[in-house]
């Protein structure tokens, strides 16, 4: 019942395309109708024309079987193309809603999920889909009207004989229903198996330079190997199922057939049918046998979708983590004002928390900075700002608004965000400087570029603001990048600056150039830094010192080296002194 549930749900995505349906279907029915009038046709072949030599009789009945023919041949067409049509509208939408449900789901759900797994979900198992719901829908229809024609016919000619043929039918049942569930299974497998394939190959390919670097080329080929035998495996046994099932049917088809022949010839040499009801019904029958074998190819492609809409329906059906309130506010522009108040955070909704008891406040247009070892909770602050993650306990307050009680997006259009990670989308440069922002003009991009000191490097550039940075901007220097990254925040002029280590990966030229840039942008926002070299944050208005998940020190930075505390050792690691 399970599997009929899911299968509705599928169909489901059908309902704007009735119309297109609705003529294939009508179509196959005329296409259906043909094989039991040709096998009718045989009779007065035989009776009319081999035994009672009709001329008139012979010209009509070839002429009957061109009209026929030529009716199925434009029947055929337009049904396979109408069916197509269908079906890959019903994967674009699959993928689309797909692809668009992912967008929403939480950072927490990323962390846990590799990409591999998704693509290979948006990927290999929508394609498994199409042909459950569209091509598979019409064979159904269309083997299941010719079997009911072809049925009708034998019991036409015969209906002894066709009770006799009946006989065989459990015994082809019973296999297809077989063979369609263990197929299931190992799709179901082979699915899982392919998501830790892509898994691999993504993270072998995005990490190519530690890979070649660390000299691990043949561990990799040798951890991809080992997945892919396994797909290989799972598949071959799914291959060795398809391949007994039509023999098998064809097996028991001619032992029926043969059983048949005997009985039937029996009757005509005794002068119960004449020849041509004998031929007739033999046609009728043989060509019984080829619906049943196409119903059960029907009947495993049906079963494999499955086993790929029940995987997709899950992730359609995962919720995200962080939602909003039915009643959240837009929060619109703010000051840019914000407040931690007793925040405790847990990765893992446990007792393991990675901050505890946080609580600061940070001023309009006043720059603060988190500074401690790695491991000491900087970056999950960061995290919680924009939501990326709800606090266990506690609250952040942006503006005196808690920000759970707003809109993500109206909280998030009042926050700009530079990581040391500089995310470039492999898209022209002009167009990552605007993402996020896509009502900005050429000349606001521009002006963004040259606060960010990127202009002058963009314009050397053989195509300029036009250039395509390449995946993960892979054409571009680091300190290019995160250039770049510098615009795209000045061009989305947020009142809230956070900047995550946004020098920490460049070397000290770059760094002097990116710094002097975020300087400018810093200007007039309220700026939370994450740092892990002090020298960059010494002119901050406020510095928190975080150390194991919780607040030790805060103050200038010339009050904490005079304090002698946390942060003073710090310096003292970083700068050698004393």
Not at 41 to 46: C, G, R, T
Not at 278 to 304: C, G
Not at 314 to 324: F, G, K, N, Y
Not at 427 to 455: C, K, L, M, P
Request: glycine share 6%.
């Amino acid at each position: 019942m399970r599997d009929l549930g899911v299968y509705r749900r599928l169909l489901t995505y059908l309902k704007p395309y009735r119309p297109k349906l609705a003529a294939s279907i009508v179509l196959t029915a005329i296409i259906a109708a043909s094989m039991p009038a040709i096998a009718l046709l045989v009779k007065n072949v035989m009776d009319d024309v081999f035994i009672a030599r009709d001329m008139f009789m012979l010209k009509l009945i070839a002429g009957a079987i061109v009209a026929i023919y030529l009716i199925k041949t434009v029947c055929d067409y337009f049904s396979f193309y109408f069916m197509n049509d269908v079906g890959q509208s019903v994967i674009r939408d699959i993928r689309d809603r797909l692809y668009g449900h992912i967008q929403t789901l939480s950072m927490p759900f990323f962390i846990r999920t590799p990409t591999g797994i998704l693509m290979s979900r948006i990927t290999n198992d929508v394609n498994l889909v199409q042909l459950s719901v569209t091509e598979s829908v019409t064979e159904f229809i269309r083997q299941t009207l010719t079997l009911i024609g072809l049925i009708c016919a034998v019991f036409y000619r015969d209906w002894q004989l066709a009770l006799l043929a009946m006989l065989v039918f459990p015994l082809v049942v019973y296999p297809i229903n077989r063979f369609g569930q263990r197929l299931k299974r190992y799709s179901t497998r082979s699915m899982k198996v392919m998501g830790s394939v892509m898994s691999i190959l993504n993270e072998a390919i995005s990490g190519i330079r530690i890979v070649k670097a660390y000299s691990m080329e043949d561990y990799e080929t040798d951890r991809f190997a080992k997945e892919n035998m396994n797909y290989y495996r799972n598949w071959m046994k799914r291959v060795s199922v398809r391949a007994l099932s039509g023999p098998l049917l064809e097996l028991i088809g001619g032992l029926g057939t043969a059983l048949l022949l005997w009985y039937g010839g029996s009757r005509v040499i005794e002068g119960a049918m004449s020849p041509g009801d004998f031929l007739s019904f033999i046609t009728a029958l043989s060509l019984l046998y080829s619906p049943i074998r196409k119903l059960n190819k029907v009947n495993i492609e049906i079963q494999e979708g499955i086993a790929a809409s029940r995987r997709i329906f899950e992730l359609m059906d995962t919720q995200p983590e962080i939602m909003e309130k039915p009643n959240a506010i837009e929060l619109g522009r703010v000051p840019g004002d914000f407040e931690l108040k007793g925040v405790w955070f847990s990765y893992t909704n446990d007792e393991t928390y990675a901050l505890q008891d946080i609580s600061f406040s940070v001023d309009k247009g006043s720059t603060v900075a988190l500074v401690g070892e790695s491991g000491s909770g900087k970056s999950t602050v960061a995290n919680l700002m924009p939501r990326f993650f709800d606090v266990s306990r506690g609250a952040i307050l942006v503006s005196g608004t808690d920000i759970r009680d707003v809109t993500l997006r109206s909280l998030r259009d009042n926050m700009a965000l530079v990581t040391q990670e500089m995310i470039l989308f492999d898209d022209t440069i002009r167009n990552n400087i605007a993402y996020g922002t896509r009502s900005a003009t050429f000349e606001e991009v521009v002006e963004a570029a040259r606060a960010a000191n990127a202009h002058d490097f963009i314009s050397a550039l053989p195509d300029g603001y036009d250039t395509v940075v390449g995946e993960s901007g892979v054409r571009l220097s680091g300190g290019q990048r995160q250039r770049i990254c510098i615009a795209r925040a000045i061009v989305r002029n947020a009142p809230i600056l956070i900047l995550d280590e946004a020098t920490s990966s460049l070397d000290t030229e770059s760094e002097r150039e990116v710094q002097a840039a975020l300087e400018r942008l810093m200007q007039g926002r309220t700026t939370l830094v994450i740092a892990h070299r002090l020298s960059t944050i010494v002119n901050a208005d406020k510095i928190i010192v975080l150390s194991k998940g919780r607040v030790v020190e805060q103050g200038t930075h010339r009050e904490l080296l005079a304090g002698g505390g946390h942060y003073a050792r710090l310096h003292a690691l970083q700068f050698g002194n004393s």
